[in-house]
């Protein structure tokens, strides 16, 4: 890449004079970089990257796939341990034809909604009264601060102790994993309103309730979204422990029964299924995101 | 130290829109404002300059109602603007929004959008914050002090982040929106030549009391180049103690 610049012939002509002999002594310096929308090979390049990322994106998953699959036929890896992708395919049609897949998922969605919508009003309420009023922030701050560090698992125990091993204990669980996020990021996104704005809105005689409303709660918007879109996501992990405990129904049972009768091929199958989950709840909530915040900039930093 | 409330009341004298008395305001040992005295007809335009630090801020933020003075008396209008020197326009609401913040629906939005059309931004209206140039954003707040008619328009250096073409526009723009609402103003500048182009009285803060407090008695448009122009420029600069090391060009 020495002759750069003979892709803006103006810039060259100009800036060439500007030295004797061939080489410029500040090249480095004064090296055109092409930034025009459809210079040739620029843009060519840039055109072959993104069809190689695109090769690459699909390509690997697929050869891991291929290795995964030719490694069972080799008889390398025993098919009780790793089924080949062959086996979980059809573990995942023996689910879908005996209505299996179809029964559990409803009620694993329905108890990570349930718990989602409980614990996200928690967080949120409590981030509200926490981020907008002093004496809230006294209150449950410190204590909410406390708790947060307290991994959600380790409490699965004493729920079980408190709550017994039925469906009120498995929703309990997702709701105490979710408070935290939208807690944690609805107070910040509160507390992060540029106070000059607070100010300014002060001056045109803006009430309280009016202040909140028109300036702090749109402009903390897009943390509480972070918030949701965490505990979303904190809700299919709490899900999967929750569906430990004694599940007679959902993807949880499913996992179990196959457990007992040492079918990987099912385990796997669940594994994924959850995954598939966890992926669509992310495109759901960033879609979300993109719907609920018309007025920020398409630049995704986080 | 008592501490005195902005009253709020038209002010005393009929055609005075500002009255402070002896108003002081402290910070740790230091009087920022002290003793201050200052009357405002209703519809005067008054620029007050003074070097950085002394308080220009200050006071407006007493006169606007966000800061409490530690002594003294204040009478102001009820309804108050500011214009700070940056627009402070919230970016989750639109632009007509942002103007006639706290108010919704059709009315509110005819409102704004007269607002806008009155400071050129009537293509705007319905534009997000964010993809305003810093002056059509300074515009904004600008129809957004305007739209609730002030008694008193308070502008704390609002052009200074602007550049020198749009900064004329805006002086135009300023002028022409006081003629037709006549608020009374109060431009705090570092800029002399804007102070002289737009205020009928100039005045200097200098150790918490007034240094300088001159009529501008130039007929308007005014204009640099007149000779009275020069000759009051060249008085204030030197109140304020800047002697030009620079000979005028002529
Ligand atoms: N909230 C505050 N607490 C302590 N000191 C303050 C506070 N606000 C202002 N001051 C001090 O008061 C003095 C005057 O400040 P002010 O902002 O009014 O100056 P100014 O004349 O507007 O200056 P500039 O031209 O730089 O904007 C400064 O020395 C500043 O440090
Ligand atoms: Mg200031």
Do not use: C
């Amino acid at each position: 890449m020495t002759d750069i610049a003979a892709n803006a012939p103006g810039l060259q002509a100009r800036s060439a004079p500007a030295v004797s002999g061939d080489r410029p002594r500040d090249g480095g310096r004064f090296a055109l970089v092409d930034l025009s929308p459809i210079a040739g090979s620029a843009s060519r390049f840039g055109h072959l990257a993104q069809w190689r990322g695109r090769a690459l994106r699909v390509g690997v998953p697929l050869l891991i796939l291929l290795a995964w699959q030719l490694s069972s036929w080799l008889g390398l890896v025993a098919p009780e341990v790793l089924p080949p992708p062959t086996a979980i395919y059809a573990a995942f049609v023996e689910l879908i034809v005996h209505g299996d897949l179809q029964e559990a998922l409803p009620v694993s969605l329905t108890r990570s909604l349930v718990g989602l919508a409980i614990g996200g009003t928690a967080g949120l309420l409590l981030g509200l009264f926490a981020g907008l009023w002093r004496t809230g922030e006294e209150i449950f701050d410190a204590p909410l601060q406390m708790l947060r560090t307290i991994p959600f698992i380790a409490l699965v125990p004493l729920f079980i102790v408190w709550f017994g091993i039925d469906e009120f204990a498995k929703i309990v669980v997702i709701t105490a994993a979710t408070i935290f996020p939208m807690y944690l990021n609805t107070y910040a996104g509160v507390r992060g309103v540029d106070p000059k704005l607070i100010e300014a809105a002060r001056t045109f005689d803006l009430s309280r309730s009016q202040t909140i409303l028109h300036v702090i709660l749109p402009v903390a918007l897009p943390s509480v979204l972070v918030g949701l879109r965490y505990a979303a996501g904190v809700s299919l992990l709490a899900l999967v422990v929750a569906e430990q405990i004694n599940a007679h129904s959902g993807l949880g049972y499913i996992l179990n029964v196959a457990n007992m009768n040492q079918r990987s091929d099912i385990i796997i199958v669940g594994i994924l299924v959850y995954a598939a989950l966890g992926i669509t709840t992310d495109l759901v909530m960033r879609a979300l995101e993109r719907l609920a915040l018309p007025w920020r900039p398409n630049i995704a930093l986080d | 130290m008592p501490s005195t409330d902005l009253h709020i009341l038209a002010a005393s004298g009929p055609r005075d829109a500002v009255e402070l008395s002896g108003v002081r305001r402290v910070f740790g040992e230091r009087a920022v404002l002290d003793g201050i005295d200052l009357t405002i007809r209703r519809g005067e335009f008054i620029a007050v300059l003074g070097p950085s630090g002394t308080g220009k801020t200050t006071l407006l933020r007493l006169l606007a109602g966000l800061d409490k003075a530690d002594g003294g008396r204040l009478l102001v209008p009820k309804t108050r603007s500011v214009v700070f020197q940056e627009p402070r326009l919230i970016p989750a609401r639109r632009v007509w929004e942002n103007v006639v913040l706290g108010r919704r629906g059709a009315q509110a939005r005819r409102e704004a959008a007269a607002a806008l059309e009155e400071v050129g931004l009537g293509a705007h209206v319905d534009a997000w914050p964010r993809t305003l140039s810093g002056g059509e954003a300074q515009r904004v707040a600008l129809a957004r002090a305007l739209v609730r008619e002030p008694g008193l328009l308070l502008l704390d250096e609002p052009f200074a982040a602007l550049d020198a073409l749009t900064r004329i526009r805006m002086h135009d723009l300023v002028l022409q929106l006081w003629r037709r609402h006549h608020p009374a103003v109060v431009l705090v500048t570092h800029d002399v030549d804007e102070a002289i182009l737009l205020a009928d009285r100039v005045l200097a803060l200098s150790n918490g009391s007034w240094g300088l407090d001159e009529r501008v008695e130039i007929k308007s448009p005014r204009d640099r180049s007149d000779p009275a122009f020069a000759a009051l420029r060249g008085r204030l600069l030197a109140e304020l103690g800047v002697r030009p090391t620079i000979a005028p060009l002529q």
